[in-house]
């Protein structure tokens, strides 16, 4: 049987893991008892500030996204791979923070050339049929562990 034990990762091996951006699962909590909502997204991160960036789309039957995204409640990001020397995950958890151009700072304005949000095609409707949103994350806590070993 294979003992699979973790580790957390180092502030240096985290930032690598994350690199400029990737993908992930957002999770939105539920304001009223119920499950959460979770979604697969793409992300940007800024090692510099260790801020998550996101670009999420609504499009128009999309009026429970839009809920979960206007409530000022705590999300989860959630990102995972796989390797060859074992399995890497990164949590972070905070508020979203929405980027509008009218309040686009210096700080804001620099950390988006540093990143990289992938396109990822995930939508039920047309790319064109959508709004996109930019939110930033400045999480209350990031957490990462890595594979440990293997043992018998």
């Known amino acids: 049987m294979e003992d699979a034990r973790s580790v957390r990762m180092s502030a240096e091996d985290r930032n690598e893991f994350l690199g400029k951006g ?39 039957e999309d009026a429970g ?11 989860s990001f959630v990102t995972y791979d796989e390797t060859g020397s074992g399995w890497r995950s990164v949590i972070a958890t905070g508020s979203l923070e929405e980027i509008t151009r009218s309040a686009l700072d210096p700080e804001v304005a620099e950390a988006m050339q540093r990143i990289r949000i992938p396109f990822v095609d ?15 994350l400045t999480p209350d806590e990031v957490t990462g562990q890595q594979e440990a070993g293997t043992g018998e």
């Open 65 to 75: 996204k839009k809920a979960f995204i206007d409530e000022d409640g705590e999300i």
């Open 22 to 60: 990737g993908t992930g699962v957002i999770s939105f909590d539920s304001a009223n008892d119920g499950p959460p909502y979770a979604r697969p997204i793409s992300y940007g991160y800024d090692a510099d500030t260790g801020n998550f960036y996101f670009r999420l789309a609504v499009g128009p």
């Open 122 to 136: 995930v939508y039920d409707s047309h790319p064109l049929t959508l709004e996109f949103r930019f939110f930033r």
